[in-house]
C-alpha cells in the first residue's frame, strides 16, 4: 500500500509563503495528484489538484496564490503557499486527484496567524 508522506508546514504570519512538500512510497507515477486541506470543525476540502494533461486546477479561495508542481524523479508533489491568510489555517493532506484513493497520511499542520 503506498504510504503518503507530507511535510513543511509551520506557523506563519499572514502574507508569507510556505511550500509543502508530498512523498509517496513508492513510484505511483504521480499525475494525478491533488492537495487537501481540512480547518478545524470543517470538512475536508480540495485545494489544488492535477492530472496528466491539461492545466492544474485550483480551490477559488487559493487560485493566484497557491502553486501545485510535481517532481517525477523523486515522487514528490509540492504545494507552493503564497500570500497566505488565517482562513487558511488547515491541516494539508495529499491524494489521489480528483478521486483520494490512497490512504490518507498524517498530514501537515499549517497555521497562519494574523
Known amino acids: 500500500q503506498v504510504q503518503l508522506v507530507e511535510s513543511g508546514g509551520g506557523l506563519v504570519q499572514a502574507g508569507e509563503s510556505l511550500r509543502l512538500s508530498c512523498a509517496a512510497s513508492?513510484?505511483?507515477?504521480?499525475?494525478?495528484m491533488g492537495w487537501y486541506r481540512q480547518a478545524p470543525g470543517k470538512q475536508r476540502e480540495l485545494v489544488a489538484g492535477?492530472?496528466?494533461?491539461?492545466?492544474?486546477n485550483y480551490a477559488a479561495s487559493v487560485k493566484g496564490r497557491f502553486t501545485i508542481s510535481r517532481d517525477n524523479a523523486k515522487n514528490t508533489v509540492y504545494l507552493q503557499m503564497n500570500s497566505l491568510k488565517p482562513e487558511d489555517t488547515a491541516v494539508y493532506y495529499c491524494n489521489g486527484y480528483p478521486k483520494a484513493w490512497f490512504n490518507w497520511g498524517k498530514g501537515t499542520l499549517v497555521t497562519v496567524s494574523s
Open positions: 513508492r513510484n505511483i507515477g504521480i499525475n494525478d
Open positions: 492535477f492530472t496528466a494533461i491539461g492545466s492544474p
